[in-house]
């Protein structure tokens, strides 16, 4: 079948035949939901006359499956047994491996646990003084809860509703409630905000203030969404008979409106409209289901509520399968991905209806969605352009993607990281788990820049500046990668009884998977000639350009 | 052993630091230095800068620029005399002696009042547009002044203590360079020699090209870029620049022993080496509460002894005439003082301060209502400060820019000159 389809395409680089020629060819592994995304996808290239890029090869597919599932680029031994397996089903074979096998459980886990972490306290969030926030009790949940595969609508429940301790080792420890003990400031607004943008993909930011200009968010909207989290506080515990903070928790307790009245059983809060105006709001979900505006807990948890409300509605499966495809394919069906208000449509509407609601009809389970897009023709494609894609289908001109070929991308700084250390064994005796992601994270904290708003706005992205030159250049991790002396990864490469030129190959096929060029086989030969004849020390230099190279720090 | 092509364009300099040793190509690179070096002392009297100080989380302006003491809106603090036509804050005593090199543009009426977005589009010009990103003060003006200053060595736009908006759609190699205020620049010693350095590059550009040949897309290219720019600053003494620990106790003292003076401190050494735009961030001013207290306990005398030191100290060494300086955040704060004795955001009547390169101090322009709510005259924008700056630097405001999707932009999104500073 797969080679099929690269005769194929190769006939249709040198033929021109009609586009929708090629429409039943492509292998859909038996899944429909692939089929689906296949054909939706090709559907486009047609409406825009647009010839993809020929198949990625079996070294670019394995690396970039590895990155973006586990965190990861594939080891040699890795690379070499999905590249030399016969089998016409093998793509399905390594991703069913990656996803279910248990020597991949806890790579799985730490990639899905730092990118959600990421998307729910951002790379900073824990890491403030006198935080609210235990990034480590929020991880330490993630973990669990990925390793187990727990399905994505508790996921969420889970977080918006949670009540308990921040932090691992307490009476009552609940990780889940790390999403919003800093977020409860300020009347929750911030709660309110990252709620509906991370799982609804709504932003209501905007109408904190005013009704926003383009989009239906009215700020009644906000604030009825906003009462939601007006039960919920977070309250500093201490450790007995001192005044250190021991950890924090997040409670229910009964509120009793902002109104003078202060009657309970319709507790009220108020909003200011910008010509000094004041309205009331009640609890009310963005669909316009209202709950019982008591304010009482024994009457009713509004965060209950709430998280079942979110779970029910269509925007949970939209968003989620938005960011699963944008994870993968390096750019969503919306722009930003977390925005998708009606005044912001989607690319693809199609696909993104079908998609969600096959994930809600398939118990809401992540490693089928990721078996999906995954398995789908535009994953596969090369990241090489072709004269009819180069420009009518790059995001970066401003073009709505197209998904006629993989969109290069730097790696994301956890992902360099790792790779880095399976690479090389770098980080060798590494320590509990804990001690690794300290470490991990200490390293990670060079790529935090922060804004200086009260919002914790940040940026922070392995984006090929400068600094980051440097840090590749000669910083301590690629210092480590590349050291020669006894024990270290490129001292038992010299050691081992590969050929010269074997030992090469390997360099490459661990950062590129693939094997060297000609011409990059004579520079390393020259190397080697001015090493004096060092083995060592020339497969240091060749190491070094291999990992400070665009090939390496990019995915594609 | 190794061809003598010269990897990734290494700085003159630093490729002929290799040649040493080959007499053949060393006289006629001497002879091309002298006159290069001529031409520079020539380009040295005329070359422009800007130094951007970046108020991140949103000043509030009537308390420091544009006072309104009486006003229900007014808060506690005073008005005082300056050097200059206009009064400020009393809280900016030392900045006073200052203003007739500064005027305050108090008719700023601007729309984007969330952080984000504000920062963006006083930053750009342009309002955030999911399509296309528009690059930032920084690299638009040192794109436009890299030209005076071939002998540059290390990046024309530096950020000094906090984030700065990107390139946008004019690449990586226009990217802010961040450094701390601490000026120390990590990971600079490869701890090789010279030679191996050299062959590591030759390979390493041997892998670069073969990638980029396959039709990789920018990304792949604008990577090989930066390469050439890091070894530039690797091997460059222009990097003494960043060292402000070097500098007097005298002079560091007047800036003050903060991050923000440091990095004044700092920019004032990098237009000295021919840096063109520098931008010092410091952040801090999201005051939702107790606003009064904070600005007048911390972070106004914080302010303002940096930025006088850093006026004075220019226009005592002549730089101030070469060199704009513009002060402005994202936004400003509500007139309306909030229950928790806070501003919030406000983008409809605000203050920025620009003074330097040849714009008239001693002025404020423009009129708010008597509580601050309003703009009483014509209302300007980021786009009319950035056109007013490019004037003043000596860039014409009909330069062109092509976005990646060959949509032409114009420079300072047609912002109109303001003219008080001119006349």
Known sequence: ?556 | MMSNSNPMNMSRRHFMSHMAGASAMTMPALAMGETLYANADDLKRRRKSAILLWMGGGPSTMDIWDLKPGASTGGPFQPIATSGNAQISEHMPLMAKQMHNMAIIRSMSTREADHNRGRYYMHTGYVPNPNIEHPSYGAVLSNQLIDQRPELEIPPFVAVGGGSVGPGFLGMAWAPFSVSSTGQVRNLDMGLGDDRLYQRMYALDLIENGFINQRRGSAASDHQKILKKTLNLMTSEQMKSFKVADEPESVKERYGNTGFGRGCLMARRLVEVGVPFIEVGLGGWDMHSNIHQTLSDTKLPELDQAMSALTEDLEQRGLLEDTAIIWMGEFSRTPRINGNAGRDHWARSWSVVVGGAGMNGGIAIGKTSADGTRVETDPYSSQDVMASVCNALGISLQTTFTSKSGRPMKIANSGKVIKELFS
Request: glycine share 6%; with cysteine.
């Open chain 1, 1 to 556: 079948m797969k080679n099929k389809i690269l005769i194929f395409s190769s006939i249709i680089l040198s033929t021109l035949v009609p586009l929708s020629a090629y429409a039943q060819d492509s292998q859909d592994y038996g899944i429909p939901e692939v089929s689906f995304i296949n054909q939706q996808i090709r559907q486009g290239w047609d409406d825009y006359e647009i010839r993809p890029s020929t198949l990625a090869t079996d070294g670019e597919w394995c690396r970039r499956v590895f990155l973006d599932i586990i965190g990861r680029v594939p080891s040699v031994e890795e690379l070499h047994k999905f590249v030399k397996d016969k089998d016409l089903g093998k793509k399905k074979k390594l991703v069913t491996q990656l996803l279910n096998d248990e020597n991949y459980t806890e790579d799985y886990a730490k990639n899905w646990t730092t990118l959600w972490t990421n998307v729910l306290i951002g790379r900073s969030g824990g890491t403030e003084r006198n935080s609210l926030t235990n990034r480590a009790g929020l991880q330490k949940y993630l973990r669990d809860s990925l390793a187990r595969n727990k399905y994505y609508n508790e996921i969420v429940q889970e977080l918006v509703t949670a009540t308990g301790s921040n932090t691992p080792g307490t009476e009552n420890y609940n990780g889940a409630v790390n999403f919003l003990t800093m977020k409860l400031e300020e009347n929750a607004t911030l709660a309110t905000a990252e709620t509906s943008r991370v799982f609804l993909g709504l932003q209501v930011q905007c109408t904190q203030c005013h009704n926003h200009p383009f989009n239906e968010w009215k700020q009644q909207k906000f604030w009825e969404m906003n009462a939601f989290f007006r039960q919920t506080r977070s309250l500093r515990r201490f450790t007995t008979g001192t005044r250190n903070v021991s950890h924090v928790e997040l409670v229910n307790e009964s509120f009793t409106g902002e109104g003078l009245t202060k009657d309970p059983d319709k507790a009220d809060i108020y909003y200011e409209l910008r010509n000094g105006i004041t309205k009331v709001a009640y609890p009310v979900f963005v669909d316009g289901t209202k709950i019982d505006p008591s304010g009482y807990v024994e009457d009713v948890i509004r965060r209950d509520e709430l998280g079942k409300l979110i779970v029910n509605s269509t925007y949970l499966d939209k968003m989620a399968v938005n960011r699963i495809w944008a994870h993968f394919m390096g750019y969503g069906f919306t722009k930003p991905i977390d925005d998708m208000g009606p005044h912001n449509p989607s690319s693809h509407p199609e696909l993104v209806d079908y998609l969600g609601q096959q994930f809600r009809k398939k118990s809401f389970d992540l490693k089928q969605l990721i078996t999906w897009v995954v398995l789908s023709e535009p994953y596969a494609l090369s990241s090489r352009t072709n004269s009819s894609n180069e420009t009518a289908d790059d995001p970066l001109l401003g073009e709505t993607p197209k998904f006629s070929r993989f969109y290069i991308r730097q790696m994301r700084a956890e992902e360099l990281y790792e790779s880095l250390i399976t690479a090389t064994s770098a980080d060798k005796g590494r320590g509990s788990y804990e001690e690794q992601e300290t470490r991990k994270s200490q390293w990670l904290s060079q790529f935090i820049v922060a804004f200086g708003n009260d919002e914790g706005g940040e940026q922070t992205s392995f984006n090929g500046t400068i600094p980051q030159a440097l840090m590749m250049f000669n910083g301590d991790l690629v210092k480590q990668a590349t050291k020669k002396d006894g024990g270290s990864f490129l001292d038992q490469l010299a050691k081992s009884n590969l050929s010269n030129t074997q030992k090469i190959n390997y360099l490459f096929e661990a950062a590129f998977a693939r094997q060297p060029a000609k011409k990059e086989v004579e520079v390393a030969n020259k190397l080697l000639v001015a090493r004096k004849g060092d083995l060592t020390a020339a497969l240091q230099d060749i190491w070094w350009a291999v990992l400070n190279s665009n090939e390496f720090i990019l995915n594609h």
